[in-house]
Each structure stands twice: as structure tokens, then as C-alpha cells.
């Protein structure tokens, strides 16, 4: 009879031919890679060229077979014909190209994920494997065909169980970095992750119900699935915040995709950062989408007839400038239809051209293209000449426009006619104010209507040169080879020049504030702005986006409250599909059951129904007489969390969750109490740590969205209501500060503030 230890033996040796084969193709990625570096810098710029692809290539082939170290193998699937697949974070075959390891995202993986005793196909048995580095210390079956003799093997050897996989994941401490759900994704998820690429994607769930999760689970599955197209175009992923990003920047390389652009709306815009804030009125006056008129407005005016037109002396002869001939020119270039700064080369062009030829008539004789030439060269540079055409056809950048429309109340006036006085009272700030989140997306609208200022012209002038010389020598190359059409074309001779890999593209693309994306990530999509909408349409035409959220969750003012109204507007109705994610499996029943009632009653749409754990115990309620017993309090409850909780290995987190103006305060009473009553050592560990991987945060409930810790304080919910710029973003805040644990919640406020807010 087979036993459990059997079992684990059993599955050790197939565990270690997965990790030999892995082992063997990171040694052949490593020669390869050290050949071409010992090749040096010798040979024909070609040749050089070629081995820095090949370099490149070796490099990120290397970091894929690196990042998929922990938990390789995760599953197996027995079939009717006694046949066994092993699924794992890639795929691997032998020399012989024998299967060793499927992919997770390879069709013949997906029963791992959906299949169930009622629709299981030709499985059988579906087996979780769990690691601890390489050594196998679990196994888990779910027997699918009842009447297979597999259910009481598996009875026997002790290994038949239900959904103990997931729920020690569950209960693990937190790290501070989002894990992946690899094995075990759950078939509602498993759907939304493998959904075809054509329609733009809503998933709508609750706190813990693994959006984030499906979310770049479905980015890995669709450059596994579409990778030729997507190697080229790239995947874009956003988040609400840098501290979200760095929690998540595991995940992907974990499942064996790198070169994924990570970004925050706040820096999408390469070379450009916006460090201030708005307020919440102001932010959702900047992200309404007729701003795009004010724009608009705003670059049009900069087109003019100037009230002063001078007469220039070229040579002795007085060459007048008449409103006509800017009209003209104006006229010439508006019918390019390019950007503005673009545009206003033809301006310029055509200016200049109609004032020599008024030179020209003036004279007795036909000029020789050396007088001409010279003519041109000084009204070029005549200062009133410059100044005056500055005036009918300003060159731009969009800062500079952005940062006059604000600063300057005519201005607010005369290009967004629909604010009141209060909207413009709220929107002004001084000259020169840093840039704020809200800024980004108007600039990248100015952007675009602006194009490039004259000097990156001149600069993306001498990159197209480059280019096209390189794709000249890339047809060249297969002409003389005599291949110059078929399979083999010149951008795929150049792609391979210039090393076009998914890294390379990331790179590329994140350097260049007109890439177009072949596929968007969005995540906390219910905060975003229509303006904010808008950038990131730009950024993917073809509108292949995920789009995950909560619309509970909602804090901002202008964000989304219901997906039909902002979806609909974006892709139409026809273009989009919704998927709703129904199970907690972050926050205990308690929890969650204490948020969602909470939430209902203050009209919020919850979307959760059932949370897949209980823990007694996981919500407590303190309440003080005084501000002061409540700081001692929570730095009493802080200390004990902390002790419960956060390990010397870096694992386990705890959030204190507090209005703004406790948060300054309740650091350093926390900080001074694990002083008084943690070893030196440990403190100082804690102390030092880095704000986006601290083990225990003081913070406000916008820093902790798209978070989760072992424990949670929520300090003074009245307050933190009370801060809030609505009553709905009111309840969204408290909700998603509710819903941040895994394992416990404390409510901790004074006796006024449990009148203030009961629950």
C-alpha cells in the first residue's frame, strides 16, 4: 500500500528532473552568453552589432530561468490513459523534446485550474505540490472522476484533500510583496486570465478577491499567448501608487515574463514628475474631459495676428509685413494638420519665403540664389523678425502652457468658460508650483496637440536618419544574400540587430511618451479621471486593456461609481465585457462581513458575497476616554501586532490606519514604545527599513489601497469620515481600511468617536 512519505519520495525525483533540466539550461544560456562576451569588440561593425543582440538575448533568457526558482513545479494532472502532466511556472522538454514540465498557460494546463468532478474531461486527478525550496514537503489530490480507483489510492496514501493549497497560502504572514497565485488560481479567475485579447476586460471585485492577482496572471497569459505581437508593441501596467508597484514587481518575472513598463499616472510621461497633490475638488475639476477644450483653447490662442507688423530693411530695401501674409501662412500651416510646433515650421517657411519675394520685387534685376540665400539667412536672424513671428505662432512646451493656464485666472476664464469663480479660486496656484498627479494627464494633452518642442525635433530628426539607414542596411543585407522577401524581412532582420526583446522593448517604450502599447494593465481603475482615461487610450488604440477595480472602493471625486457610464464612453457598448470576482479569500468572514455591512449601509455596491475563512477573534473593538489613552492604546496594540506578526526573517506586516493629522503623532509613540520594549537589534532593523518594504506603516487609508497585512489598527474612523471631501468617498475609505487584514482588525477610537461613527 502506498503511504504518504512514499508519495512525497515519488514526486522528489520527477521535482528533480524539472529543476536538473532547469539547472542545464541555465548552463547553456551562461556559456552562450560568456562566447559572445569573449568575442570582444573585434570584427565588422555588423558582427559587432549581432553579438550585442545575441548578448542581450542570453541576458534576459538567464533572468527568466532565474526568477522561476521558487515553486517550479506546483501540479500534476493523471489522465484516463494512466498518463501524468506536471504543471510548473514554464515549460520544459528534454533533449529529446520529451515533456518534463507544462506551462501554466499552455491549453493543455487549463483543466489544472477548471476542471471539476461534474466537467472534467479525461482527468482524473489533480495533484498540489508544495516546495520548500527543491525538496517536495506536500502533496494534495482532488479525485474528479468519483469512480476512479484513485479515490481510495489517494484515501490510502493519505494525500486526498480539498482546498488545503489555498488556504495555507491565505494564512501565511505578508512580505511586502505580492506573490502569485500561480498555483492556485481558481476557475472564476482562471476565465477572466485566459479571455480572448480582442475586448477590453472590467474586473470588478471586492478587497481580496484576487483582482490584482488575475490581473497580471492575465498579462503573463497573454504574452505567452501572443508573444510575437506583443514583444514588438509591449504590455503596460498601472498603478495607483509606487509603493503598489513595488509590491507587485515580483509577480511577473516570477511567472517568467520580464520587460513588462510599470507606471503610476503620476510618472507615464518620461522626463516629467509630479511630487505635489492636489486637493480633491481640484483634482476632479482637472480631470473632467472637456478640460481637453481648455487645451485646446489655450494652444489655438497662441496662433495670432500681432497688433504691431514691422517694415524690415534688407540691403537698403524696406520689406513690409502685412497681416495678409500671416494669415496666409497661417493658413498654409494649419492645413498640414500636424502639431503645433510642428505646424509652425511651415509657418515660418512660408513667412520667410513671402518676404524675400517681396525683396526680390523690389529690385532691377533677377537675384542669384547666393543673394537670396543670404537674404533668408538675415531675416532669420533679425530680432524683430523673430519676435514679431513668436507673436502670431508661439513655440511651446507643455509645461510651460500648463503652468500659465493655472497660475493666471484671465486665462481659466477665457479657455474654460464653464468654471464659476469658485472652480477658478480652487484651481490657482503660484507660478512656477511643482506638478501635481492631476497636471499629467492635461500635459500629455498639450503634448499632443503640441507635438515635440523644436529641440527634441531636432533630435528625433537625427534618430529617424539613423533608422533609416539601419532598415537600408537591413534590405541591403538580404538582397545580397538574395532573400530580400518571404519569410526573412528586413524589420525582422533589424528587429533582431537592435535585439528586439520584451526587455528591450520595455525599455524603448518607456523612454518614449508616444509608444503605443499592444496591451494595458490597468489596476484601482475606479480612480482614475476621464482625462486620465484619455492618456491611457493614447497609449493603446487598439484598446486592449484589463481593467480591474472596485467600485466601492472609490476616494476620488471624479472616479468611477458605475462601470457602464465610463466604460461605455471609452470602448462602447459593444467592445467591452464585465466580470465580477465574488470571493474574499484576504479578509476572514468576520472581517469581511463587519466592512460589507458597514459598506451597504452607506450605499455602496458590494460585489463580494462569501469569504472562504473564519478566525475567531480577528475583530476587536477598543475604545479610550481621552486623546492620550487612545495614543497609549494604539502604541500598546501596535506592539503587541508586531510581536504576533512581524518576523526577524522580513515576513509579516502590520498597517496602523489613521486621519492625517494622528499619523505624525502616532509614529513616533509607536516608534518610542518599540524602542522601550524590543532588543536593539531589532528595533534598528525595523527602524531603517525603507517606506515601500516597512513591516509596520503608519499611514492614511489612500497609502494602503491595493495593500494587505497580517493585522490592522483603524485608528479613529470617525475622524478619518470626517476628513473625507464626500460621504460616499467617506465610506469608500473606511471600507478599504477595513478590509486591508488577513488576519485581524482593531478599531481602536475614543468614546466620542464611537458616537461619531458606530460599528
Known amino acids: ?3 504518504y512519505s512514499s508519495q512525497l519520495h515519488e514526486e522528489q525525483q520527477s521535482i528533480d528532473r524539472a529543476y536538473n533540466r532547469l539547472d542545464a539550461l541555465r548552463a547553456q544560456a551562461r556559456s552562450r552568453l560568456a562566447d559572445v562576451r569573449a568575442a570582444g569588440s573585434h570584427g565588422s561593425p555588423t558582427q559587432r552589432t549581432e553579438r550585442d543582440s545575441f548578448a542581450a538575448m542570453y541576458e534576459d533568457r538567464l533572468t527568466q530561468l532565474r526568477a522561476v ?54 482527468i482524473v486527478m489533480r495533484r498540489h505540490i508544495t516546495l520548500s525550496f527543491r525538496e517536495v514537503v506536500g502533496v494534495e489530490d482532488e479525485v474528479l472522476d468519483i469512480h476512479s480507483d484513485q479515490v481510495s489510492e489517494a484515501s490510502s496514501a493519505g494525500t486526498l484533500t480539498g482546498e488545503g493549497a489555498l488556504l495555507a497560502s491565505l494564512s501565511s504572514r505578508r512580505t511586502g510583496k505580492m506573490t502569485d497565485i500561480v498555483a492556485t488560481i481558481q476557475a472564476e479567475q482562471d476565465r477572466i486570465i ?33 508573444r510575437r505581437m506583443l514583444e514588438r508593441s509591449g504590455v503596460l501596467v498601472v498603478g495607483p501608487s509606487s509603493t503598489f508597484l513595488h509590491y507587485i514587481d515580483q509577480v511577473l518575472p516570477s511567472l517568467g515574463e520580464t520587460g513588462v513598463v510599470s507606471r503610476t ?19 476632479m475639476l482637472k480631470g473632467e474631459r472637456r478640460m481637453r477644450h481648455a487645451i485646446a483653447n489655450a494652444v489655438a490662442a497662441r496662433v495670432r495676428i500681432p497688433e504691431q507688423l514691422p517694415t524690415i530693411r534688407i540691403n537698403g530695401f524696406a520689406v513690409p509685413m502685412l497681416r495678409s501674409d500671416i494669415e496666409q501662412a497661417q493658413l498654409d500651416a494649419k492645413r498640414t ?12 517657411r512660408s513667412m520667410l519665403s513671402t518676404l524675400r519675394v517681396r525683396y526680390s520685387e523690389q529690385l532691377d534685376y533677377t537675384p542669384e540664389q547666393a543673394e537670396l540665400n543670404d537674404v533668408m539667412m538675415q531675416l532669420r536672424m533679425n530680432d524683430t523678425v523673430r519676435k514679431t513671428l513668436n507673436l502670431a505662432w508661439l513655440p511651446m512646451t507643455a509645461t510651460w502652457l500648463i503652468d500659465q493656464l493655472f497660475s493666471k485666472a484671465d486665462q481659466l476664464r477665457k479657455y474654460a468658460s464653464w468654471l464659476s469663480e469658485s472652480d477658478i479660486s480652487t484651481l490657482l496656484r ?46 541591403d543585407t538580404l538582397a545580397q544574400a538574395g532573400i530580400g522577401s518571404g519569410i526573412v524581412t528586413s524589420q525582422m532582420l533589424l528587429d533582431h540587430i537592435n535585439g528586439a526583446d520584451a526587455e528591450l522593448t520595455a525599455q524603448r517604450a518607456a523612454a518614449d511618451r508616444e509608444w503605443t502599447y499592444g496591451h494595458v494593465v490597468v489596476d484601482e481603475a475606479q480612480e482614475l479621471t476621464p482625462m486620465e482615461w484619455r492618456m491611457l487610450i493614447r497609449r493603446c488604440p487598439t484598446r486592449s486593456f484589463t481593467i480591474v477595480g472596485d467600485v466601492a472602493q472609490t476616494t476620488a471625486l471624479g472616479g468611477t461609481r458605475r462601470w457602464s457610464k465610463t466604460m461605455n464612453a471609452l470602448f462602447g457598448e459593444a467592445s467591452w465585457d464585465l466580470h465580477e470576482l465574488t470571493i474574499n479569500y484576504r479578509n476572514p468572514q468576520e472581517v469581511s462581513e463587519l466592512a460589507s455591512d458597514f459598506a451597504q449601509s452607506e450605499g455602496l455596491y458590494i460585489s463580494t ?18 486623546n492620550a489613552e487612545l495614543m497609549d492604546e494604539v502604541s500598546t496594540q501596535a506592539l503587541d501586532l508586531v510581536q504576533q506578526f512581524v518576523a526577524d526573517d522580513g515576513t509579516g506586516r502590520v498597517a496602523i490606519i489613521a486621519p492625517r493629522n494622528l499619523i505624525n503623532p502616532l509614529r513616533n509613540s509607536i516608534r518610542h514604545s518599540l524602542h522601550e520594549h524590543l532588543d536593539a537589534d531589532r528595533f534598528e532593523r525595523l527602524d531603517q527599513q525603507q517606506t515601500w518594504d516597512e513591516q509596520i506603516s503608519v499611514c492614511d487609508t489612500q497609502t494602503v489601497k491595493g495593500l494587505e497585512y497580517d493585522a490592522v489598527i483603524v485608528v479613529q474612523p470617525g475622524a478619518i469620515q470626517e476628513e473625507a471631501p464626500s460621504r460616499l468617498v467617506a465610506a469608500s475609505d473606511l471600507y478599504v481600511a477595513m478590509t486591508r487584514p488577513t488576519q485581524r482588525l482593531l478599531i481602536v477610537r475614543t468614546q466620542e468617536g464611537e458616537n461619531e461613527l458606530a460599528f
Not at 337 to 348: S, V
Not at 609 to 626: E, F, G, K, L, W
Request: negative net charge; proline residues 8%.
Open 194 to 226: 485566459r479571455a480572448p485579447m480582442d475586448h477590453a476586460i472590467v474586473v470588478q471585485g471586492g478587497p481580496g478577491t484576487g483582482k490584482t492577482a488575475v490581473a497580471l496572471h492575465r498579462a503573463a497569459y497573454l504574452l505567452y499567448t501572443h
Open 69 to 122: 526558482e521558487d515553486r517550479l513545479v506546483f501540479g500534476r494532472l493523471d489522465d484516463t490513459q494512466g498518463e501524468r502532466r506536471y504543471i510548473g511556472r514554464i515549460g520544459l522538454s528534454s533533449d529529446e523534446h520529451e515533456p518534463i514540465l507544462t506551462d501554466w498557460r499552455a491549453e493543455a494546463a487549463r483543466p489544472f485550474y477548471e476542471a471539476t468532478p461534474s466537467n472534467h474531461g479525461d
Open 337 to 348: 494638420r500636424q502639431p503645433h510646433n510642428k505646424a509652425r515650421e511651415t509657418f515660418i
Open 265 to 283: 499616472i503620476a510618472d507615464l510621461i518620461p522626463g516629467i514628475e509630479a511630487t505635489a497633490i492636489d486637493s480633491p475638488r481640484a483634482a
Open 1 to 3: 500500500m502506498s503511504t
Open 609 to 626: 458575497v462569501n469569504a472562504v475563512r473564519t478566525i475567531p477573534d480577528s475583530v476587536a473593538r477598543i475604545t479610550t476616554n481621552t
Open 430 to 475: 503660484p507660478k512656477g508650483s511643482p506638478l501635481t498627479q492631476s497636471d499629467i494627464p492635461l500635459i500629455d494633452e498639450a503634448m499632443e496637440l503640441l507635438g515635440p518642442d523644436p529641440k527634441a525635433m531636432a533630435r528625433q530628426a537625427a534618430l529617424d536618419a539613423k533608422r533609416a539607414e539601419e532598415e537600408q542596411f537591413a534590405k
